[in-house]
């Protein structure tokens, strides 16, 4: 069953900062927040991981709210090659469950 | 950097025909998973592994069984492959209980 929330699909213009936000409202303690990313025929690709704390990579950054019930990932500036489907999973081991995500468009 | 590679990117076989989907990764992981991805459905998780000789059942077992006799290697069998399982399958892998790398897929039509 879904552990997460995510809308269908989003639009985003080439340079700018692109939100993808997730409702994980049943979220437990030790569960993580996991996002990947999909870019058409290829296999999901990880991009970043917290907890509770805020994080950052050279992909991405990840905001978790204080109650940890949602959290943003954030493509500070988007390019045409973000275009994929976004995955926001929560798990507290092994099995990650993928939903459906949201499909990003990087728009010129 | 971690590779998972998968045995072939495209597959046609037969309804009734025996299938095996081989997966090899090289960077010494512990747990190995089979997922299928269909239209609509995001990816299901159909059978992992923690161990050599060890599996346990995902979300969607039914129809699929796996082998796991060496650490680097994870086979998906259809025993007897059926129209409803034409899919995309992706397998990964995973240190422990961090993130997981995913080869690039095998998309199976069968006919």
């Known amino acids: 069953d879904a552990k997460t929330t995510q809308p269908p699909s989003m639009d985003c213009a080439e340079g700018r900062a692109a939100n993808l936000p997730c409702n994980h409202s049943t979220i437990s303690g030790n569960e993580y927040v996991y996002w990947y990313r999909q870019i058409h025929s290829q296999g999901p690709q990880y991009i970043i991981h917290?907890?509770?704390n805020n994080e950052t990579n050279e992909m991405a950054s990840l905001i978790i709210t204080e109650d940890r019930k949602s959290s943003t990932l954030i493509l500070p500036h988007a390019t045409l090659r973000d275009t994929a489907v976004y995955y926001c999973i929560v798990t507290a081991g092994n099995q990650f469950y993928f939903g459906t995500g949201t499909s990003l468009t990087v728009i010129p | 950097d971690v590779k998972v590679t998968q045995s072939s990117r495209y597959l046609v076989k037969r309804t009734g025909e025996k299938v095996f989907l081989e997966c090899v990764q090289d960077m010494d992981h512990e747990n190995m998973f089979w997922y299928r991805q269909d239209p609509g459905l995001g990816l299901r998780l159909i059978y992992f592994?923690?161990?050599?000789?060890?599996?346990e059942k995902g979300d969607i077992p039914e129809g699929y069984s796996v082998s796991r006799e060496k650490k680097e290697r994870f086979s998906l069998i259809l025993e007897s492959a059926s129209t409803n399982q034409t899919s995309m399958y992706l397998c990964a892998s995973s240190l422990a209980t961090y993130e997981q790398y995913f080869g690039p897929g095998t998309r199976l039509t069968v006919t």
């Open positions: 592994s923690y161990d050599v000789k060890m599996k």
């Open positions: 917290g907890l509770k």
